[in-house]
């Protein structure tokens, strides 16, 4: 876009303009996703995560309830006591108590785990201390016992008729749904191919190859949704026109067949509620 603002004259070739609603698509997104709700709990949500993760760092057990606001008080008081002792952790208790004051949820904080925790910035030997969890609940480890009969001997049995048809009737979708996927992608590389070749005959200014590569996209069913459709479509009409009126002579039994094959495909877009 910055290059066409320079270059007023010049426009985008189907790929560009492919690209473009396909940018102006994902900025949509991108501006529809900051207007929302949805940044502010992300960042409400990430605070609370930090909050949590320097109460456990702390090693601390979890409270029943205000985990955020009780880690919250926790971090100022630290930030506190941490400026005005220093490392001098002898007068730790004191500065603790005279920080913490009246606050009950400061009060009920086993301060012995904050001192070691700011002790061990300057003594890497002490033990980092270890948040409280809940104890694992042991695992009685039993023998593995090994299935029933064989799976060839159970396939041929007479045995579970109903689950072996849910079996066959799944393996059968799955066989049906690889082999559309591998249609589907042969049926898109031959609409890229074709697109491809529409797009070099438009610009070496070939009519006759411009049919032809537009015959071998619409053989291709793309749909509505594919944005290359309309713009074919509008290339496919006017290049008809354009060859048709500019034939030598009488048109010959290819010519017809050409234009026999428009209003096929016309007529298909018609049925279908596509314009013409």
Known sequence: M????????????AHGELTKRQAELGHGLVKAYLQSEEPARVRKALNAA???????????????NRWEERAAKLLDAMAVVDATIGRNYAAFEKTWRAVTGDDRDLRAIDSSRIRTFLEL??????ERPKPLVAP???????????????????IFSRQNPVLKLQMAIAMLLVV????????????MRSRDRAWAATERAATAGDDFAILTACEQFFDTSPTDQD?????????????????????SGQPDTSALRHVQRYRQLAANWSANGGAQ
């Open 2 to 13: 910055a290059a066409l603002r320079r270059n007023p004259n010049a426009r985008l070739n």
């Open 50 to 64: 930090q909050l949590r993760t320097v109460w456990h760092r702390v090693g601390l057990a979890p409270p029943e």
């Open 121 to 126: 910035r300057d003594s890497p030997d002490l």
């Open 136 to 154: 694992m609940l042991p695992i009685a480890e039993g023998a593995i016992k090994r299935g029933g009969e064989p799976l060839r001997y159970w």
């Open 176 to 187: 049906v749904a690889l082999t559309m996927s591998a249609w589907h992608g042969v049926q």
């Open 227 to 247: 944005p290359r459709t309309s713009q074919a479509r509008d290339i496919y009409r006017k290049t008809l026109v354009h060859w048709f009126l500019n034939l």
